[in-house]
């Protein structure tokens, strides 16, 4: 159950710090290739984020130079990809990645998971930035579809991390609640214990609601804040 008085302890928090134009703020990219969007959001959890752009970007060029253009590649292309460079043991020796969906040793590879992720979107007819949008305009549709549901079964995603960020790498409006968010919260709010997933991302959401800003940018600008990078453009300050 969300509170108000806890929503409005973020809110002025927020404000304080990062000011109330979210012009002002860092903008994440995301990608307009349903391929590179899976890749990035499996592969980022619990790991540096250098290291997955390390992977995208080998990706990226692999398949450049095959002649195809990764930027537009699809769920069903990645599939393929997979099946043509080998399987999952070889895309994990051609990407130069051997993260794991967990730190048990004989844990599958993520190439597993990013491949059984394809499988569930292209399952659906899940192929462009917009068969994702158009999917997903609700929260409902978001959190209890069949390819939320089924994209959770997947080994080492059932905390539906990754499926969150997977919506908003392709522009559909969340937030991804995962260490830096909850510590986050959790700090501002002065809780002893952290607090859930599922309440940090709705108090985010409620205050991004308030403030009428995308929940993705704010989520960013968090997460930036949090992770100790610049957190607002140079040269400007949340009170000018």
């Known amino acids: 159950m969300i509170h108000e008085q806890d929503v409005q302890k973020l809110l002025n ?4 710090h990062f000011g109330i134009d ?3 703020w860092f903008r994440p ?5 349903i391929a590179l969007a ?10 540096r984020y250098t290291g997955v752009l390390n992977l995208v970007n080998r990706y990226r060029g692999l398949r450049a130079n095959e002649g195809s253009h990764p930027e537009a590649d699809t769920a069903t292309d990645l599939i393929e990809a997979f099946y043509r460079w080998g399987g999952v043991d070889e895309f994990v020796l051609k990407t130069n990645n051997r993260w794991r969906t967990s730190s048990q040793i004989h844990a599958p590879y993520k190439a597993y998971a990013a491949l059984e992720a394809a499988k569930v979107l292209a399952g659906h007819s899940i192929e462009s930035i917009s068969d994702v949008v158009g999917r997903f ?12 549901r089924e994209w959770l079964m997947i080994t080492g995603q059932s905390s539906a991390l990754t499926w969150s960020y997977f919506l908003m790498l392709v522009g559909v409006p969340g937030v991804k609640a ?19 997933r599922h309440e940090a991302s709705r108090l985010i959401e409620e205050v991004a609601d308030i403030m ?11 997460w930036r804040f949090q992770s100790g990078r610049p957190y607002l453009q140079e040269d400007s300050s949340p009170f000018e």
């Open 212 to 222: 009428c800003v995308n929940y993705i940018y704010l989520d960013h600008t968090i």
């Open 137 to 148: 305009d609700s929260r409902e549709s978001r959190e209890h579809s069949d390819i939320a």
């Open 38 to 47: 899976i890749l990035d959001s499996i592969y980022s959890t619990g790991n």
């Open 29 to 33: 990219e995301g990608y307009q290739s």
């Open 13 to 16: 928090y927020i404000t304080s």
């Open 178 to 196: 995962d260490r830096m968010i909850v510590r986050f919260v959790t700090h501002v709010l002065e809780r002893p214990k952290e607090i859930s």
């Open 22 to 24: 979210p012009e002002r």
